[in-house]
């Protein structure tokens, strides 16, 4: 969130948003998906706050505590990990700026070249045709997910 970070004018920031009802499905596809040591590592003797429990079988179960529960004081959501909401809110009130540009993951989804475009004219980045195909091409869900299966 931007009351986590030093504000700059002259940096450009990307702030991504998506539709709170996504962000819960993922939130229970990862964490349904946590084995014993996913679940030791977040739940080390160093991390603030209340142990991560297990995922409950019912997911209706985890949207009541994530809709109406902050992990942190300052949340209104997003237990038992951060707030969505919060996080986009720290940025949505500067949108007025002109250093700031937001965009929406499933627009992102629907047309990742014209979102890659965007990206590009925001920052003023000097990409040629090739360079922003290549960008798509390498930024898809299944070329990251394959990338990431190759590592060692």
Same mark, same amino acid.
């Given at each position: ?15 991504? =948003? ?13 964490? @349904? @998906? ?9 739940? @080390? /003797?160093? #991390? ?24 942190? /004081?300052?949340?209104?959501? =997003?237990? &038992?990990?951060? @707030? ?10 500067? #949108?007025?700026?002109?250093? $700031?540009? $937001? ?10 070249? =014209?979102?890659? #475009? *965007? ?21 898809? $869900? ?6 990431? *299966?190759?590592? &060692?």
């Amino acid at each position: 969130p931007l009351d986590g970070l030093p504000y700059y004018p002259e940096v450009k920031y990307l702030i991504v =948003g998506r539709d709170t009802r996504d962000v819960f499905m993922s939130l229970l596809n990862h964490i @349904s @998906s946590y084995t014993d040591t996913a679940m030791g590592a977040l739940n @080390s /003797p160093d #991390r603030p706050g209340d142990p991560m429990p297990p995922c409950p079988e019912d997911p209706r179960e985890l949207w009541r505590e994530w809709i109406t529960r902050g992990w942190f /004081p300052w949340e209104s959501e =997003g237990w &038992p990990m951060w @707030s969505n909401l919060h996080h986009t809110q720290t940025y949505w009130k500067y #949108r007025h700026l002109p250093n $700031f540009k $937001f965009l929406h993951y499933n627009d992102m989804l629907a047309d990742l070249e =014209g979102s890659v #475009r *965007e990206i590009v004219d925001f920052t003023g980045i000097d990409a040629d045709d090739a360079t922003v195909a290549r960008t798509v091409k390498n930024t898809t $869900f299944a070329n990251v997910r394959k990338k990431v *299966e190759e590592i &060692p």
